[in-house]
Antibody, heavy 120, light 110 residues
């Protein structure tokens, strides 16, 4: 079935870096834009970044611009989020989500999330 | 402070109709389609309504979406206990060049 599965979360100290991954299966990954959305404990959803289907363009939330980089490897059906200079307020469950072509920014397939905890 | 504004809570009794509202601006809801998500605490969000008023396969027709100008609404009729969850609206924002979410509405079935 169509699914995305996140991995790579963990506990890191402030100022450190971490890379999380999202592996897709069951659909044509290379035709879909992909997003990262995060949710801090007890808070709402916050969009983080998205990357075009071919990796040619990406957009970021102001809160992570210059610190986070989204990338993808279509040969591995995987999207990544490279997080640098992590801050305590980056602590959240990070979800990966699929955005079909010409879909009006609808995220129709979500992973279960991976927890990133930034703490000294 | 979320770009899209939702009431933090809503409630209803079984069988009732409830409406959840989402207020935006000309750079988001006034220009781009609105999508709605349901999230049961501890689980991943699920797409409920897309392109303002369309339902993905498997979503019952007692859920409906609508837009008017810079606002959007999600209506749930025949309220059931399984509808108790958090609901989020979302749209692309042209001015911010970002996907924006509402702050979420926690729906309680009394």
């Amino acid at each position: 079935q169509e699914q995305v599965v996140e991995s790579g979360g963990g506990v890191v100290q402030p100022g450190m870096s971490l890379r999380i991954s999202c592996a897709a299966s069951g659909f044509t990954f290379s035709t879909h834009a992909m997003h990262w959305v995060r949710q801090a404990p007890g808070k709402g959803l916050e969009w983080v970044a998205f990357i075009w289907h071919d990796g040619s363009n990406a957009n970021y939330a102001d809160s992570v611009k210059g610190r986070f980089t989204i990338s993808r490897d279509n040969s591995k059906n995987t999207v990544y989020l490279h997080m640098n200079t992590l801050r305590v307020d980056d602590t959240a469950v990070y979800y990966c989500a699929r955005d079909p072509p010409n879909s009006g920014w609808r995220l129709d397939c979500w992973g279960q999330g991976t927890l990133v905890a930034v703490s000294s | 402070q979320s770009v899209l504004t939702q009431a933090p809570s809503a409630s209803g009794t079984p069988g009732q109709r409830v409406t959840i509202s989402c207020s935006g601006s000309s750079s988001n809801i006034g220009r781009y389609p609105v999508n709605w998500y349901r999230q049961v605490p501890g689980t991943a969000p699920k797409l409920l309504i897309y392109s303002n008023n369309r339902r993905p396969s498997g979503v019952p027709d007692r859920l409906s979406g609508s837009t008017s100008g810079t606002s959007a609404s999600l209506a749930i009729s025949g309220l059931q206990s399984e509808d108790e969850a958090d609901y989020y609206c979302s749209a692309w924002d042209d001015r911010l060049r970002a996907l924006v979410f509402g702050g979420g509405t926690k729906l309680t079935v009394l």
